[in-house]
């Protein structure tokens, strides 16, 4: 068991699977000679050269497009957009291409590629280039959506995504990239479509994906630590499919829930939890479901607004508190 | 490499010039070194994509097929060109104007027409219908519904071909109007620069719905765009299916043997509106007797009979086969099956997953 970087257990697993298989290739802006704008590729070229790590032109469509045909003749891209803002300007290719190919010709040839791509603020990059718009995706059926929060996950879920015979987006987190984490020695692919329980709790519930899973994380170990409040977190993993049995699962056992998620409330991922929870828990729940989302303004650059703007482990605790203290089961 | 763009006479004219005898010159000439077999071939294969249109017109007004339904009335000489610069190995993506297309890339016309009909034995088991036809054995990669949508997959499909060192090439056929979006610059200058063995093929029929192609291009002259990507350029009468086939043969197999890709616009006249619901009202009456002069089954026909390829009986012949040939997809079509509801969550995923949705929209989520 070691401990590595997400960023390290991205590239490691490209690596491996690069090693494994031969129709695995790369192909995004920067990732050969500028070895990744986050250096997830570094070093990729040097040892694969240029046929299997192909530095592409800032047009995203096209190069899109070129992965999702050399798919279809079942090579494996796997394909790093540099941020999913710029993924926006391939929505043709991955929205009515990539993801409709196997069901409108009758399942006779399917998109077996990867889309990379971080998503996310924090880093004062300003409206444009902090958004977490995978809600985009996770709507829209023929595509898989993914969002490891640590480095063990992002390894078994790349490996499950690179041999997947679909497309998938897989979603990474600036702010993920330099968070560590034990990774086994042996990664078996993970299942996609399942979420995870990775605290055990009997008080609430809190359910989050991606950074928010994370946080979450060390949100309930520090509440459990500094206030003996025993909170169970569910981390979604897979956002197409939606694992709504484990979430709803654990809600019953807890009888409330706080989902915590970077994008926007109004119409974001939260909400589609929130109604799972009202399908399969309604007659379980003690207080109402609390979502803790992104201000719903276009990202500022400011560091003071942004910081305002995001969701954090203080508004994560508050919440939790609150909701707590609604059904009295917060001891003082 | 400089561009090396070429032009060769626009449509109107060259038909005018053939209607007057000068193009075939003394005895046949323009039929010379050419199987009479395969004249009569080229000739029954468009005559069997007109009759199979007129009966998809006449499925649509029978509300047998739904959907939109673009005919391939008018190119018949391009679609047969085309396919006939081709091996059956090589690799065909279109838009969604490819019935004929499917045809001549040896689709059985009753897999076409059952695709129309939305049955299980169509082409893409009733999941695609007009727009969205698909045969692996035939090579035809897809017919696509967004304009422009499979020229970069197009470009992909030769990344492949490239990658694993095959010799088939992709042609990438699309319209005048797909000429302006952004994928098709994406697409050309990415095939350019990583030498993708793929020929783009765009059908000038000069109207992008009802807008004619000087008002929707700046350069109007499209087969010169390709010099934006040092690639060869070329311009061909799309109403002469020898024109179309040569100039086609010669760019595929330079792209198989260099990988350059290459450009070739094919100027051809559309004989109906955009789809079958569209009168044309856009369209002058000097526009409409124009295509009507052009018509290049008609024409085709005329010109073998002149030359003693065919004579009068010997082409009623073959008229009577494709009718019959069409009237049979038709019958086929008919007697396939609806796909069963029971089939619907079948094609969501290849690789099955965990929770996948198989909710119906009356179903309980839990």
Redesign the interface.
């Known amino acids: 068991m070691a401990v590595i970087t997400y960023r390290q257990a991205l590239h490691d697993t490209l690596r491996d699977e690069m090693l494994r298989d031969e129709d695995v290739?790369l192909i995004g802006e920067e990732i050969g000679v500028f070895e990744g704008s986050y250096k997830i590729t570094a070093g990729l070229l040097k040892e694969f050269g240029e046929?299997r790590v192909?530095d592409?032109?800032i047009?995203e469509?096209?190069?899109?497009?070129?992965?999702?045909?050399?798919?279809?003749?079942?090579?494996r891209p796997v394909v790093e957009l540099m941020t999913i803002n710029f993924s926006l300007i391939a929505l043709?290719?991955i929205v009515?291409?990539a993801a409709k190919?196997?069901?409108?010709?009758?399942?006779?040839?399917?998109v077996?590629m990867v889309l990379r791509t971080p998503g996310g603020g924090g880093q004062q990059l300003g409206a444009t280039h902090s958004q977490n718009i995978e809600l985009y995706y996770a709507f829209v059926?023929?595509l898989?959506v993914v969002a490891p929060s640590t480095p063990a996950d992002a390894k078994a879920l790349l490996l499950a995504s690179i041999r997947?015979?679909?497309p998938v987006l897989f979603l990474e987190n600036l702010a993920l990239y330099n968070t560590k984490g034990e990774v086994p020695d042996v990664v078996e692919p993970a299942?996609?479509?399942?979420a995870k329980v990775t605290k055990q709790g009997t008080d609430i519930t809190i359910i989050g994906y991606s950074r928010m899973a994370m946080v979450a994380q060390q949100v309930a170990e520090k509440l459990q630590a500094d206030e003996g409040i025993n909170a169970e977190v569910v981390d979604l993993r897979?956002l197409r499919?939606?694992?709504?049995?484990t979430v709803?699962e654990s809600v019953r056992k807890t009888g409330c829930a706080v989902i915590a998620e970077d994008d926007w409330l109004t119409y974001g991922i939260g909400a589609e939890i929130a109604?799972?929870i009202s399908?399969?828990a309604f007659d379980y729940l003690d207080a109402p479901v609390r979502r803790v989302a992104a201000a719903e303004v276009p990202l500022p650059y400011a560091k003071p607004l942004e910081r305002a703007a995001l969701p954090s482990a203080e508004s994560l605790t508050t919440a939790v508190h609150q909701t707590l203290d609604a059904v009295g089961r917060r001891r003082r | 490499m400089a561009q090396t763009a070429t032009r060769t006479k626009p449509a109107t004219r060259a038909t005018k010039s053939r209607r007057s005898g000068s193009v075939r010159g003394s005895g046949g000439g323009r039929f010379a070194g050419e199987s009479p077999e395969l004249l009569k071939d080229y000739f029954y294969e468009m005559t069997l994509i007109r009759r199979f249109e007129e009966r998809a017109a006449q499925g649509y007004t029978q509300a047998k097929i739904g959907g939109y339904c673009h005919l391939n009335l008018g190119e018949e000489a391009t679609v047969v060109g085309l396919m006939r610069s081709l091996r059956k190995s090589d690799l065909l993506f279109t838009n969604y104007r490819e019935h004929g297309y499917a045809i001549a890339k040896g689709i059985e016309p009753g897999r076409v027409m059952a695709e129309l009909y939305g049955r299980t034995t169509g082409t893409s088991k009733g999941w695609g219908g007009s727009m969205h036809m698909f045969d692996v054995e035939a090579g035809l990669l897809g017919g696509y519904g967004i304009v422009g949508g499979q020229i970069p997959l197009a470009t992909g499909a030769a990344l492949a071909i490239d990658y694993r060192g095959g010799d088939q090439v992709v042609m990438c056929q699309m319209g005048d109007g797909t000429t302006n979006i952004g994928a098709f610059h994406e697409a050309l200058n990415i095939a350019a620069l990583w030498n993708l063995p793929v020929v783009f093929v765009v059908i000038n029929n000069q109207l992008g719905m009802g807008t004619t192609v000087d008002k929707s291009s700046a350069e109007p002259e499209l087969y010169k765009r390709a010099a934006a990507y040092r690639m060869h350029g070329e311009r061909v009468d799309g109403n002469d299916v020898l024109a179309v086939r040569d100039a086609a043969a010669r760019l595929v197999e330079q792209a198989r043997e260099t990988g350059r890709p290459a450009l070739l616009e094919a100027v051809s006249e559309r004989l109906k509106g955009h789809s079958v619901v569209d009168p044309g009202k856009y369209r002058s009456e000097e526009s409409v007797e124009q295509a009507k002069q052009a018509d290049p089954v008609a024409n085709f026909r005329a010109e073998l009979i002149e030359a003693g390829v065919l004579d009068e009986d010997v082409a009623v012949e073959i008229e009577r086969k494709a009718q019959a040939e069409a009237d049979a997809a038709v019958a086929f079509a008919d007697d396939s099956p609806h796909p069963d509801p029971s089939t619907l969550f079948h094609y969501t995923y290849a690789t099955p997953v965990a929770n996948d949705s198989r909710r119906l929209p009356a179903d309980p989520v839990f």
């Open positions: 290739f046929k192909r592409t032109p047009a469509e096209g190069f899109v497009g070129a992965a999702v045909g050399a798919a279809m003749l079942g090579l043709d290719q009515n291409h190919i196997y069901g409108m010709f009758g399942g006779q040839t399917s077996p059926p023929g898989k997947d015979n679909d299942e996609i479509g399942k897979s499919p939606l694992d709504r049995e709803v109604a799972s399908d399969g």
